[in-house]
Structures are given as C-alpha cells and as structure tokens.
C-alpha cells in the first residue's frame, strides 16, 4: 500500500480541511458548510472571502470594517504599472503577465519579512486588494488606453469592472461578475491550490504561493478551458457551422470538448447549473441567445450521445466564458479572472496548512538504469 502508485494523485488524501467540500457525485460544493448556491445568491465575493480566511460569516460590523481594510489596499506601486506597460508592450500573454506582477508586488509589501502566524492572511489580503488593479491596468494598456486608479468605494466585483472600462457598471453587471467570483473562489485541493500549498509548505512567503498558483491555473487542463470553450462559440459563430457538427467534428478527431469533464464531478458541476440560469437571466435580457443557444445544443447532443452519463458532464467553464463575454470581458482575460477570484481560496489553503505545517515532498518510483558505469567525457 505504502508503495501503491497514484497517477495524477486521482484520489490521494494529502491534508484535513474545513475549507470546502466536493462532492462529486451528486454534484455539491459546500464552502465551510454553507452551500454554493446559498452563497453565490445572498453573499458578496467579500463575505465568502471573510469567511474562508475567519472561519465564519461576518457579522455587519465585522464586514464592513473588513471591506474597508481589503479596498485600502488596491493601489500598486508605479513600478509594478511600469512593468505591467512593459510586458503589455511585449505582447505578453494575460495570465503571464499577471505572474510576473504578482510576483513584484512582494518587493513593495510593508512587511515582506514578515514570518509570524498572521503574515500569510495579511500579505493575502493585499495581494487579492491588487490583483484586480494589476488586471485592469494590464487590459486598458494594451488597448492603448491610461489605467482607472482604484475607488475604494466600490465592491471588489464593481471596482474592477469600473477599473476595466473606465465606467461604473450597472447593478446587474456587478451582481452577476461578483456571484461568479464567489463561484471561484475555492475548490478543494484542484491542481492551483494544491500547487500554492506545495511552496506554501516550505514556509515560502505567500507571494511565492500565489505566482505558483497562478502558474497551474493558466494551464488548459485547468483554468485555462473557460477561454478555450469561447473560442470555440467564436470559432463555430465566425465559420456558420452547426455546434453540433462542430463537437462531431471533434470528437472524430479525437478531440476533447472544452468545458466538459472533471476529475471530481461525475455529474454537472453545480457551479455551471448557477452560471447557466445566469446566462437565461442576460440572454433574455439582453435578446441575444447566441451563446445560449449554442451552449445548450452541445450539452443536448452530448447528453444524448451519453457522455453526460458517463460522468463526461458540463464543468464551471462551459458556461462562466458566455457569461463574461456578456460583460463585455475580453476572452483571453476568463483565466486571470479566474485567479483573481481563486487566489482567495490560495492564501486560505495555505494559512491553513501551515497552522500545523509539514513539508510536502512526495517520492517517484525509480525506474532508471541501476549500476552504470560512469564514463569520464573524455571517453564518451
Ligand atoms: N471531451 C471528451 N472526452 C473526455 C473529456 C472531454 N472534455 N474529458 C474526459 N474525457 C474522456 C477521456 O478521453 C477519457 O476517455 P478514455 O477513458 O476513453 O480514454 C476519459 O474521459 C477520462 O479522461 P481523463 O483525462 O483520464 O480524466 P481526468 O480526470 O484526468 O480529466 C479533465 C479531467 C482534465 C478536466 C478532462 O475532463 C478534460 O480534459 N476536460 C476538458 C478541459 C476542461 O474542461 N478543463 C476544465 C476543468 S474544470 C476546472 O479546472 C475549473
């Protein structure tokens, strides 16, 4: 047992958490009791992020002073916008760019040698105050637009999107972006957060946690699919083709369908049955029910085909890219989104492992060579 080798971790218990729970097969996520969906309907991104890093629900008193510290903190150093004009100017890719900024936004912490108990949730909490800044800043530059300084009037959902356009967003917009950063905000430990805990495990500061994090989400096993599954409504919108030819097409090709399949849920994630009645919500609204209308022929035509059954069932991206693109959110900026609302399950996953911290350092089964002669260079 002790040598059983688990391809990919499928299944292995690493840590104790009252983080949040999945469960797979009936398609539930709870966040430290409470349900996705209570949560994603009655509470703000700032609550759910309170009650990650606290332990429990604020109270009115509790939140506002919370909300107040947390928008305190959204301004960037110039040099991190500096940066952020370089690497836009480059051509850097999103999700790039938001590595290397986090990255520098430790040089300009007040307390970047701080090793004591709270010095994770402290420098947490700025670096999700910056995220977003470091974001919006990053689009308007390389629209060849002057970045929106922060206004800590505004929610987090809000202030971002103000920071985006320049504008304040209508009550609709910023209650349907803040349920789907509510929607992110944590997932057990996928593939990011178990990344963030790995340095986090070494005692790293959580700037460290953070980029790591940030690195594994932009991979298109990961966070990088809600922007895979929009191209592909682009893609079937731009060529005229029936998406029901097109997920054919594909699957001929052996192709998989972005936004399908999880290596947790067996059933539809609970977070795409939320974000698709949103998207009914803007699509009615709205009276464009493209990307509705594509979204649903591909979820029919693959339950039909008994994918769904088989547990290859929709997951968060299928539907969150169709959201955001009625936000008027660019396409290659879905995953920075996504981080900017999972680094708040980051910094809480590793606050609490490190509570009763142990190094994690896995083992591989050797199966190189044994008793090679070693051969000087000059005799190779
Ligand atoms: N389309 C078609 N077939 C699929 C898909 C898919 N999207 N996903 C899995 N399958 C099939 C595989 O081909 C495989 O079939 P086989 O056994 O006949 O070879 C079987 O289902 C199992 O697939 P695995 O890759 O072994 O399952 P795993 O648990 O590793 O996969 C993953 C999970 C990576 C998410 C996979 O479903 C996938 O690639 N999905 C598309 C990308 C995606 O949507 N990622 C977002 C995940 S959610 C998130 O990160 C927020």
Known sequence: MADELKRGLEGVLVAESDLSYVDGEVGKLVYRGYDIEDLARGASYEEVLYLLWHG?????????????????????????????????????????????????LSAYDPDNEGDDDGATLRQGRRITAKIPTVLAAFERVRQGEEPVAPDPDLSHAGNFLYMLTGTEPDAVSEETFDMALTLHADHGLN?????????????ADVYS?????????????????????????????????????WVKDTR?????????????????DPRANILEEKLRD?????????????????EEYLTDQGLV????????DFYSGSVYDS????????????????????????????????????????TGPEDAAFVPLDER
């Open 209 to 245: 946690s953070v980029t790591g994090g940030i690195g594994a989400l932009s991979g298109s096993l990961h966070g990088g699919a809600n922007q895979d599954v929009m191209e592909v409504l682009h893609d079937i919108d731009d060529s005229s083709k029936d998406p029901v030819q």
């Open 56 to 104: 429990s629900l604020p109270t009115a008193a509790e939140l506002d002073s919370f909300v107040a510290d947390l928008a305190a903190e959204r301004e960037v150093n110039d040099g991190v916008i500096e940066t952020v004009r370089a690497l836009a100017d480059a051509g850097e890719r999103p999700m790039a760019a938001l590595r290397t900024a986090t990255s520098m």
């Open 282 to 298: 803007l699509a009615e609204s709205s009276g464009d029910t493209k990307w509705l209308d594509y979204t649903t022929a591909i």
């Open 252 to 268: 001929d090709d052996g192709g998989r369908i972005p936004g399908f399949g999880h290596r947790v849920y067996k059933v539809k």
């Open 309 to 316: 059954e088989k547990g290859i069932a929709p997951n968060v």
């Open 191 to 203: 593939a990011s957060t178990f990344t963030a805990m790995v340095i986090g495990s070494t005692m």
């Open 327 to 366: 936000l008027g959110i660019p396409v290659d900026m879905y995953t920075p989104i996504f981080a900017m609302s999972r680094v708040g399950g980051w910094i809480a996953h590793v606050a609490e492992y490190q509570e009763d911290n142990r190094l994690i350092r896995p083992r591989a089964r050797y």
